[in-house]
T-cell receptor
Framework: KAGVTQTPRYLIKTRGQQVTLSCSPI?????VSWYQQTPGQGLQFLFE???????NKGNFPGRFSGRQFSNSRSEMNVSTLELGDSALYLC?????????????FGPGTRLLVL | GENVEQHPSTLSVQEGDSAVIKCTYS??????FPWYKQELGKGPQLIID?????GEKKDQRIAVTLNKTAKHFSLHITETQPEDSAVYFC??????????FGDGTTLTVKP
C-alpha cells in the first residue's frame, strides 16, 4: 500500500505570495491532518479534515486554510506569506481520525520564504 | 490548552548503551501518549504508544512508562544501535482527537 505523498517536496516563495501544498492520504484513509514543523516551535497542529469538512483547528491565523476533496486528497493554502512561515509542512492520514488511531505522516513539503 | 515538555533536547550515547527520553504534560484529560521517530528527510513514524490505563508497554528494545499521577511518561531504548539515531517526539492526546507534541529529542548513537 502506498504511503502518504506530499507535493511539492520543496518550495521557495517570496514574502506576500501565496502557496498551495497537496497531500494524498493512504488509500482508504479519510482523515487528513496538517502540521507545521519548525526548529523553534516543534510540531504544531494546523487543522484536520474528515469527509471534506474541517473537524479540528489549531491556533494559526486565517492566512492558513485548507480543504479536502471527495477522494480524501487535501490541500492547504497559505496566503500573504511571511518569513516566519518558512517550515516543513507535514500531513498525516488515518482511517477516520478516531481517538488513539495511528497517524501516518508524509515526508513533508519544505517551504522557504525569502 | 495542553502543554508537553520534552527532555533532553539532545542525547548522545555509545552503541549498546540505553537512552531515556522524558516528557511531562499539563492536561489531566490526556489519556493517549504516542512516541514518534523522525529520520532525516522523512516524516515522523509512530514507534510505540501507551494508553492511560496502562503503566508500561514494551516492544523489543523499546519501552514506554507512564505515571499519570505525576503527569509524565518516558521512552526507554535499550541496546542502542546507530540506526536508532533520529529525532524522537512524544505527544499527549485527549478524547477530542488532538495531540500536542513535545519539541523533540535528537538522539545520536555513536558506533
Amino acid at each position: 500500500k502506498a504511503g502518504v505523498t506530499q507535493t511539492p517536496r520543496y518550495l521557495i516563495k517570496t514574502r506576500g505570495q501565496q502557496v498551495t501544498l497537496s497531500c494524498s492520504p493512504i488509500s482508504g484513509h479519510r482523515s487528513v491532518s496538517w502540521y507545521q514543523q519548525t526548529p523553534g516551535q516543534g510540531l504544531q497542529f494546523l487543522f484536520e479534515y474528515f469527509s471534506e469538512t474541517q473537524r479540528n483547528k489549531g491556533n494559526f491565523p486565517g492566512r492558513f486554510s485548507g480543504r479536502q476533496f471527495s477522494n480524501s486528497r487535501s490541500e492547504m493554502n497559505v496566503s500573504t506569506l511571511e518569513l516566519g512561515d518558512s517550515a516543513l509542512y507535514l500531513c498525516a492520514s488515518s482511517l477516520v481520525g478516531g481517538f488513539q488511531e495511528t497517524q501516518y505522516f508524509g515526508p513533508g513539503t519544505r517551504l522557504l520564504v525569502l | 490548552g495542553e502543554n508537553v515538555e520534552q527532555h533532553p533536547s539532545t542525547l548522545s550515547v555509545q552503541e549498546g548503551d540505553s537512552a531515556v527520553i522524558k516528557c511531562t504534560y499539563s492536561d489531566s484529560a490526556s489519556n493517549y501518549f504516542p512516541w514518534y521517530k523522525q529520520e532525516l528527510g522523512k516524516g515522523p513514524q509512530l514507534i510505540i504508544d501507551i494508553r492511560s490505563n496502562v503503566g508500561e508497554k514494551k516492544d523489543q528494545r523499546i519501552a514506554v512508562t507512564l505515571n499519570k499521577t505525576a503527569k509524565h511518561f518516558s521512552l526507554h531504548i535499550t541496546e542502542t544501535q546507530p540506526e536508532d539515531s533520529a529525532v524522537y517526539f512524544c505527544a499527549a492526546g485527549t478524547n477530542a482527537g488532538k495531540s500536542t507534541f513535545g519539541d523533540g529529542t535528537t538522539l545520536t548513537v555513536k558506533p
